[in-house]
């Protein structure tokens, strides 16, 4: 039996969300990596796979061939600009985010920016490109940190996305994350998405439950994981319970099985 | 009706924030009244069928026939989506060189397929050179009139979002290209801005009621202001959300779903 719920968004509700996440906590045993990593390199292909929350809510599907631009850029620098203001905080949110790609020039004008970086497009991106990415960034970051204050609870940014490889299955997991918010040894994950959650968003989120937790060199999963699409005003959650962790290691292999598949077929 | 200011300001945005002092405290509870209403509205017409897909509805609930064919043109939407573009750079107090030019180059790196993009690619030189001078003249009008961004505004740019009514038989679909404020104070504070290079119409003011519809069923918050800026002819309308407006706004909708349910 799944967790999923699902909340209109609203001042106080994420502060609900948060202060109501359950308490108890689970953690992720050696035993329970174990059966995860053993049926993924029974699946494991000649070429390298990246599981993440969107390839489990399209079945597989590759993402296509990923192109940086304005609107993917956005995320990165404006997460990052986030962070900068966390620990700075006279700073405006705008200044950060022009400090945040100063800093990107800087590396890839000092040769520290490897190709296909966003390091990369940046230098090569005219004015007008670069002036874009800092609108958008901008306009992200205000987003999340509204979205952030308004829990009306202690909160930081994720440091990272959350990843973990399988030892000789050739796999990746990529969970995304945008803020935490921790009590106690309850930790609160929220993934912030564009646009509205499409009908498999539930499997997505839980997804992103169980790689968060493997990544997590405790194993301690989240006791609350939430979705929020500001965009269409939802907020969507899962507890961290085993029920879900279980259903999301289910779609993480199936989604495996399906680019199995796939590859199976082209090959053909 | 709401009065609509007619001067231009010369700071748009200065107008769009307003004094701080004077603004309404948000009335959260309004929220949930209109979408209730708005189901029982949308349920009156559906007699709790199903769509197969759902009835989208964008801010033109209504476009005249008569005018479909001058404003899709591509012509006439590249030239809206570039001076849409300059106002995201403007955002980032960009130091224009060339509007037209800067805004090419920032759609170009956001959007380097689609119909658009086929469009652009298919015009001649000529074509190219009327479609800058355009877009350099609605840019002038734009950014002699628009004000400077300040950073604790709360921007967003091209802000696109939806709602799901009837259990998703409808849909609301709105892109706004500026929103300054924050739905999380306890007086309102959001405004919606909006760039047309169209003459403003009669029309207008169902798209900026819808903006504040949308806007309230999204966040649970009233916005304070919705506003729009021809750039074609300077004309700058700016109206304050109230329940009525909001009313107005529920019932454009309803019209539309009752003419359209069996029709699409």
Known sequence: MSTLRHERLGT?????????????????????RGALDARLRALAGKSTRRLDAWSVEHAGLSNGSFAWRP??????????????????????LRDCVNLEIDDLLMKSVTGYARGGSLAEWL?????????????????????????????????????????????????SLRGRRDFLATTGNRRVVVRVRAGSPGKSAGPGLRSDLVIDALSNSSGVVASRFIGAWPDAGVFLYVDGSFGDVRMGARDLVRTALAQERQQRELAA | MQAVDLQTPASVLRVLRGDPATRPTVDRALAGGLRAWLEDG?????????????????????????????????????????????????????????PYRDALSAWRAEESSGTLATAYEQLGADERARLGADVNAHASTLLGHL???????NVRIHQQTSQRLSGGNVLLRDVVDLRLGSSATTRASVALFDITTSPLSARMESTLRFHALVETLRTNTPPLRVA??????????????????LVLALDDVLDVVEQRWTLS
């Open chain 2, 147 to 153: 004000g400077a961004v300040q950073p604790q505004w």
């Open chain 2, 42 to 98: 949308i349920y009156d017409v559906s007699k709790g069928e199903t769509r197969e897909r759902p009835l989208i509805l964008r801010s033109n609930l209504e476009t005249p026939r008569e005018l479909v064919s001058i404003e899709s043109s591509s012509t006439a939407q590249l030239r809206g989506v570039l001076v849409s573009y300059v106002l995201r750079l403007a955002c980032a107090q960009f130091n224009f060189d060339d």
């Open chain 1, 12 to 32: 106080s509700v994420l502060a609900a969300l948060i202060q109501r996440a359950p308490k108890d906590v689970s953690t992720l045993s050696d035993e329970h």
């Open chain 1, 123 to 171: 230098a090569k991106s005219s004015p007008a490109v670069v002036a874009l990415a800092t609108s958008e960034a901008w306009s992200w970051a205000n987003s999340v940190f509204e979205l952030a204050s308004s829990s009306g609870v202690p909160w930081e940014m994720a440091p990272t996305d959350a990843y973990y490889d399988v030892a000789q299955a050739r796999t």
């Open chain 1, 71 to 92: 609107t993917t850029a956005r995320r990165a620098i404006g997460n990052a600009a986030l962070r900068r203001h966390v620990l700075a905080p006279s700073l405006t």
């Open chain 2, 228 to 245: 729009t800026l021809s750039s074609a002819t300077g004309e700058f309308w700016n109206i304050d959300v109230t329940p009525d407006l």
